[in-house]
Structures are given as C-alpha cells and as structure tokens.
C-alpha cells in the first residue's frame, strides 16, 4: 500500500511559480504511475500531469501544457508539479494519485489529502 502527502501549496501572485511536492511512504511506490489532479470549489475534478512509473512518459492538460512540468524521483519517494505563469484559474486544492497511467480519476488506487493553490489577480 502507498500512503501519499502533498505540500507546497500557499498564496502566490498571478505570474508567479510553485512546486508542489507528493511524498509517498512505503517502498513500493516506484511501481506505480504518479497523477496531479485538481478541485475548485463546486467543479468537478480535474486532470492536471501525470508520469509513468519510469519517468519516461508524461502527459498533461491543455489548460497547463507549457507551463506545469511534472517530475518524480524514485528514491526519494518523492514526486513533483513544477507550476510557472500561474493564473487565477489555476486556484484549486491539488492532489497527487498513485495508480495506472491515466487522465481519469478512477485509474488510481491511492490519494493525498491535498493541498490548497490559491493564485491571485
């Protein structure tokens, strides 16, 4: 099993950039799929990134395309969404995922609590 936490998140400025960062605990999450999902208040989840489990196939949301980057580091348990050029629409509570490598919701197993990413104008 995979527990995962999220942090990073915080108040920043229309333009302005964050990293988020997903710790996993257990040893076995370097044989899943990493996914970066989002939910604003009275929306409906969102995908956001995600990356195989080698790191060598990612995707993302047009909404974010050229702007986020996601990245893991195996050994570290650790994964990551590198945001730049952030825009108000871009405020949300962001969850990482463990799972199949997807752009859906229900082809994860395992979720963060999230972490609030509030962008003002």
């Known amino acids: 099993q995979v527990q995962l936490l999220e942090s990073g998140g915080g108040l920043v400025q229309a333009g302005a950039s964050l990293r988020l960062s997903c710790a996993a605990s257990?040893?076995?999450?370097?044989?899943?799929?990493v996914g970066w999902f989002r939910q604003a208040p009275g929306k409906e989840r969102e995908f956001v990134a995600a990356?195989?489990?080698?790191?060598?196939?990612?995707q993302y949301a047009d909404s974010v395309k050229g702007r986020f980057t996601i990245s893991r580091d195996n050994a570290k348990n650790a994964a990551y969404l590198q945001m730049n050029s952030l825009k108000p629409e871009d405020s949300a509570v962001y969850y990482c995922?463990?799972?199949?490598?997807?752009?859906?919701?229900?082809?994860?197993?395992?979720w963060g609590p999230g972490t609030q990413v509030t962008v003002s104008s």
């Open positions: 990356i195989m489990w080698k790191g060598s196939a990612t």
């Open positions: 257990g040893r076995t999450f370097s044989d899943y799929a």
């Open positions: 995922a463990a799972g199949s490598y997807s752009d859906e919701t229900d082809q994860y197993y395992y």
